[in-house]
């Protein structure tokens, strides 16, 4: 059976509490399989005791900073930041007893920032990590990324021996971006084994990563989930913009999937 995950930021546990207690019920309730934490740099001291009351017991994987939180592990000269940006994310997983950090490859397209990012990524030395795929260009830095290719990300886990999240809506930007069929690209990231997934909607032919909710775009949900994901996936729900005010869009998002992929 697969299992489907709700994500919150460490952020909500500050600021957005009514969004985290619905959050809670939903979770409690079984309305979702696990929680995905995207843990903001130097956050754990002033959350983990909130998280820990709420969340202990709660199947959790955790989503680390990316270069949006200025974590580029393609930047040499940001290495000893970039592990203390890197350092919620291995509390609240040593909190929550998660099996996953998730971790971007760093920012700008070319060999040297790939050898650059898998160094890093080396060097940090957590079993833990996992890498994600990512698309062809950043929507709000506006640079180019690398880890977009199959090939990329083979070589990320045979070097160093990482996890894989396959983000779907990353997978078919980054085809679109260089022009392959979306649906050969990801057969080839089926090939890497994917330990989870990321998935939201979005339009199938376009390079940007929109993060629609299910059935406001044009991806065939349906063909993604029971193609490309295994019989016991974890699949984490990356729908929706903004600052939520409750679960209950992603209430409607798990309904709307769970009735697409049995019908």
């Not at 509490?17 to 740099?41: H, Q, R, T």
């Not at 990316?66 to 919620?88: G, T, V, Y």
């Not at 920012?107 to 957590?126: H, P, T, V």
Request: hydrophobic share 35%; glycine share 6%.
């Amino acid at each position: 059976m697969r299992h489907f995950g709700l994500k919150l930021w460490s952020k909500d546990f500050i600021r957005n509490k009514n969004f985290v207690i619905s959050a809670e019920k939903a979770l409690k309730d079984g309305m979702f399989d696990y929680l995905e934490l995207f843990a903001l740099p130097d956050t754990f001291e002033e959350t983990y005791l909130e998280v820990k009351q709420r969340f202990n017991g709660v199947k959790t994987i955790i989503h680390a900073p990316h270069a949006i939180q200025l974590l580029d592990i393609s930047n040499p000269e940001e290495f000893e930041n970039n592990r203390r940006r890197l350092k919620s994310s291995q509390q609240f997983a040593d909190l929550l007893d998660a099996p996953f950090i998730i971790l971007h490859p760093g920012m700008q397209r070319g060999e040297k920032f790939l050898q650059e990012s898998i160094r890093q990524f080396k060097a940090f030395n957590d079993t833990r990590l996992t890498v994600e795929n990512l698309p062809g260009y950043c929507s709000q830095t506006k640079r180019e990324l690398h880890g977009i290719t199959p090939d990329e990300i083979k070589r990320f886990i045979g070097e160093t021996n990482a996890h894989f999240c396959l983000d779907f809506s990353h997978a078919i930007c980054g085809a679109n971006t260089y022009k392959r069929d979306i649906y050969d690209v990801l057969q080839d990231f089926t090939e890497l084994n994917p330990d989870m997934y990321h998935l939201c909607d979005g339009d199938v032919l376009s390079t940007n990563d929109s993060h629609l909710h299910y059935g406001d775009g044009n991806y065939d949900l349906k063909r993604l989930v029971l193609h490309y994901t295994a019989p016991d996936a974890y699949i984490t729900m990356e729908t929706g913009h903004g600052i939520p005010t409750d679960v209950q869009p992603w209430l409607d998002d798990i309904r709307y999937l769970k009735k697409l992929i049995s019908d």
